[in-house]
């Protein structure tokens, strides 16, 4: 029998097209649920994840990328808050994509970054995404090329990813 109450809060599914027109229109809720699909391990968002970065890609490559490394309390998220807040009152529209270290025993990660950065994650010119890097020891999350081409195709004009560094 199924749960109504769960039911209600399930959310439905987004076609390829609904993903796209969202993301192309700045949607920061469908931005969120496209880089959500990305990071899947299902087969089926999987295949439809590859179909949405392919049809964004014609959208991409306009943006300054702009990594940001440090062990951890050293004043990256505070930096990336201040020039955040400043690009954005240059007229420019900051994502900032923070990759977390994770244990590796329960992949488990804080993803505090963005309570570090209050001011800029209110900000409508602002978006910033949290990921877990999980078992990838190149100090990005598996998915983070794609999620930048995600919010290029957003018209987010600089992307900013912050970690800890490589061989976390």
Not at 7 to 21: D, G, M, N, V
Not at 41 to 61: F, Q, S
Not at 85 to 102: F, R
Not at 119 to 137: E, G
């Amino acid at each position: 029998m199924i749960n109504p109450r769960k039911e209600r809060h399930r959310r439905r599914e987004l076609s390829l097209e609904q993903y796209f027109k969202g993301i192309l229109e700045g949607d920061r809720v469908i931005l969120s649920r496209a880089i959500t699909l990305l990071e899947s391990t299902r087969k089926d968002h999987k295949l439809l994840a590859r179909e949405l970065v392919e049809k964004c890609l014609p959208y991409t490559g306009k943006s300054f990328r702009l990594g940001i490394t440090g062990t951890p309390g050293v004043g990256k998220s505070t930096f990336i808050a201040s020039f955040g807040m400043y690009q954005i009152s240059q007229g420019k529209k900051v994502a900032v994509l923070a990759v977390d270290p994770s244990s590796g025993v329960t992949r488990e990660s804080i993803l505090g970054d963005k309570t570090r950065m209050d001011k800029l994650s209110r900000h409508q010119q602002a978006y910033i995404r949290p990921s877990a890097a999980w078992d990838s020891l190149r100090g990005v999350a598996h998915k983070t090329r794609e999620t930048i081409l995600l919010c290029e195709a957003a018209g987010y004009d600089m992307i900013i990813v912050e970690t800890v560094g490589v061989v976390q």
